[in-house]
């Protein structure tokens, strides 16, 4: 039973801070890649952040780079995503999902990943 759950999601003011954690169960996350996607209300979804399966390279939007620091712990079977300084633009189901390939970095083509978790909700506003 292969799955990833997203958590940390929530209502946060603007310039606010939250931590989005993606744990994987019924494999070991540290043989692929995971990406960060989001999508808004009546929108696309968008790639936001990859993390490569050693951690060793990184990847992010132009709309969150700077803002937002994605990181892995193998050991816990766990990429995060830190957001700071979030905007009103921000507000989102945030998803994680694994990349489909072994891979030395990584990408946010959704075409690239197979599986994907539930989301959660990241609400900026006032």
């Known amino acids: 039973q292969v799955q990833l759950v997203e958590s940390g999601g929530g209502l946060v003011q603007p310039g606010g801070s939250l931590r989005l954690s993606c744990a994987a169960s019924?494999?070991?996350?540290?043989?692929?890649?995971i990406g960060w996607f989001r999508q808004a209300p009546g929108k696309g979804r968008e790639g936001v952040s990859c993390?490569?399966?050693?951690?060793?390279?990184?990847y992010y939007a132009d709309s969150v780079k700077g803002r937002f620091t994605i990181s892995r712990d193998n050991a816990k079977n766990t990429v995060y995503l830190q957001m700071n300084s979030l905007k009103p633009e921000d507000t989102a189901i945030y998803y994680c999902?694994?990349?489909?390939?072994?891979?030395?970095?990584?990408?946010?083509?959704?075409?690239?990943?197979?599986?994907w978790g539930q989301g959660t909700q990241v609400t900026v506003s006032s």
């Open positions: 993390i490569s399966s050693s951690g060793s390279y990184t």
């Open positions: 019924g494999f070991t996350l540290d043989y692929r890649a």
């Open positions: 999902a694994q990349d489909a390939a072994f891979r030395r970095g990584c990408g946010v083509a959704d075409a690239e990943y197979d599986y």
